[in-house]
């Protein structure tokens, strides 16, 4: 079945760094990929997506591209904040229906 | 506008005993997601209603877990009885279609601890 694997955590990283999450998905068809935030004590947010290959999503300075032929969906932004801080999840859903399908999650800790 | 709406947002019960998940979506959402999110994993879907139908419940341990949705808009999760794995957080979402196009909001959860 379709599924998602994503770059196993903890990450700290200093203020200012530049990120990158690692997701790659197995699907039948072609889904759409998203990536959530989960800020602590707050419920999923949507961060960005993308609905075809080739797309980019962005989002408050972070970007993915939608990448059919490694079948990757890799987070990254440029310089990381403290407010950054997070768990991180890579999701598809099937083109059909909404049935998501999440990645286990990354956390994040920015260090100023 | 108000988001998606749980209730309680902490539950702890012992092991055996029923326990009660409460949801509201956003006003005009008519798809309706519960969710089970182990400690350190991904969400897993366990129910998605499209108004009052249950329209994908084949991840729902129907054993013990019920679900309904009778007027279309709040929904309720029950487990009866209760076991030590069920200790998670139960996440509600909504959105306005079932369609991958359809942005999902999710509500903050209710974290359940089985004693």
């Known amino acids: 079945g379709d599924s998602v694997t994503q770059m196993e955590g903890p990450v700290t990283l200093s203020e200012e760094a530049f990120l990158t999450i690692n997701c790659t998905y197995t699907?039948?068809?072609?889904?759409?990929l998203f990536w959530y935030v989960q800020y602590p004590g707050e419920g999923l947010q949507l961060l960005l997506k993308?609905?075809?290959?080739?797309d980019k999503g962005s989002n408050k300075g972070f970007e993915a591209t939608y990448r059919k032929e490694t079948t990757s969906f890799h987070l990254e932004k440029g310089s990381v904040q403290v407010s950054d801080s997070a768990v991180y999840f890579c999701?598809?859903?099937?083109?059909?229906?909404?049935?998501?399908?999440f990645g286990a999650g990354t956390r994040l800790t920015v260090k100023p | 506008e108000a988001g998606v709406v749980q209730s309680p947002r902490y539950k702890i019960i012992e092991k055996k005993q029923p326990v009660a998940f409460w949801c509201n979506p956003i006003?005009?959402?008519?798809?309706l997601y519960w969710y089970r999110q182990n400690l350190g994993q991904g969400p897993e879907l366990l129910i998605r209603?499209?108004?009052?139908?249950?329209?994908?419940d084949s991840q729902l341990p129907k054993d013990r877990f019920s679900a309904e949705r009778l007027k279309g808009v709040d929904s309720t999760l029950k487990i009866q009885p209760a076991e030590l794995g069920d200790s998670a957080v139960y996440l509600c979402?909504?959105?306005?279609?079932?369609?991958?196009?359809?942005?999902?909001?999710f509500g903050p959860g209710t974290r359940l601890t089985v004693l």
């Open positions: 006003s005009g959402h008519n798809t």
């Open positions: 993308a609905t075809k290959a080739d």
């Open positions: 209603y499209e108004n009052e139908e249950a329209v994908d």
């Open positions: 999701a598809l859903s099937a083109k059909n229906n909404n049935d998501m399908r």
């Open positions: 979402a909504s959105s306005q279609g079932g369609g991958s196009y359809n942005e999902q909001f």
């Open positions: 699907a039948t068809g072609y889904p759409s």
